[in-house]
């Protein structure tokens, strides 16, 4: 079974600020694949940004990147330049063996003018 | 705009009623994913079509029954519905690459009364 611990329930951030989100996982599996989504007060789920077990180098997309930390199983979101569209839960999610997501329980990141 | 359409957004019932979620997936995409949403489960898998078949099953509960049909929309029935059934359902769609994400519809919140 696979786990995802984000410890962080809440985080306030000054605009135009970096921050970075935390993120473990536990898997016994050796290929997989981790998933950050961002949710608005909205509701709707998007995708961010995607690191696989195997790649070599850290995933960017555009202002986020992922730290990905594979001896301490860890997966951190870094948002750069942070903006007030930002706020949001964010979500890390890890996929493997079976297609399923598993889901920690999110980080709630409000920006500050 | 993910691509992936969810009917209805929102769906107000009773206890005992039986309601159906829709989901159209993104254009290509095989697999379609059900997930509950919950202020107390968080995000949790239900259950996984590929191609019209059931591929994997999460914590979904006997009163839930899900299908794909040959075009590859999916519907998720709820029954004897109870309050602890109010939670916002998603629908994801993916690729058959594993390292593809899985993109979510705006959901369907569903409230029991």
């Known amino acids: 079974a696979q786990k995802i611990t984000q410890t962080q329930p809440g985080m306030f951030v000054q605009e135009k600020e970096a921050v970075t989100l935390d993120c473990t996982y536990d898997?016994?599996?050796?290929?997989?694949?981790l998933f950050w989504y961002k949710q608005p007060s909205s509701g709707e789920m998007i995708f961010l940004i995607y690191?696989?077990?195997?790649?070599?180098q850290n995933a960017t997309e555009g202002r986020y990147s992922l730290n990905f930390q594979k001896a301490r199983k860890s997966a951190n979101l870094v948002i750069s330049a942070s903006q007030l569209g930002d706020s949001a839960m964010y979500f890390c999610?890890?996929?493997?063996?079976?297609?399923?997501?598993?889901f920690g329980t999110g980080t709630r990141l409000t920006i500050i003018p | 705009d993910s691509g992936v359409t969810q009917t209805p957004k929102h769906l107000i019932t009773a206890t005992g009623q039986r309601v159906t979620l829709r989901c159209s997936p993104r254009?290509?995409?095989?697999?379609v994913y059900w997930y509950q949403q919950s202020l107390d489960q968080g995000l949790q898998f239900l259950i996984q079509?590929?191609?019209?078949?059931?591929?994997a099953k999460g914590n979904i509960l006997e009163r839930f029954s899900a299908q794909q049909f040959p075009d590859l929309h999916s519907e998720l029935n709820l029954s004897s519905l109870e309050l602890g059934d109010s939670a916002l359902y998603f629908c994801?769609?993916?690729?058959?690459?594993?390292?593809?994400?899985?993109?979510f519809g705006d959901g369907t919140r569903l409230s029991i009364l």
């Open positions: 254009s290509g995409d095989l697999s």
């Open positions: 994801a769609s993916s690729g058959r690459n594993s390292n593809q994400p899985q993109h």
């Open positions: 898997t016994s599996d050796p290929s997989y694949g």
């Open positions: 079509y590929y191609n019209g078949e059931e591929r």
């Open positions: 690191q696989g077990s195997y790649d070599q």
């Open positions: 999610s890890i996929k493997a063996g079976n297609e399923k997501l598993t």
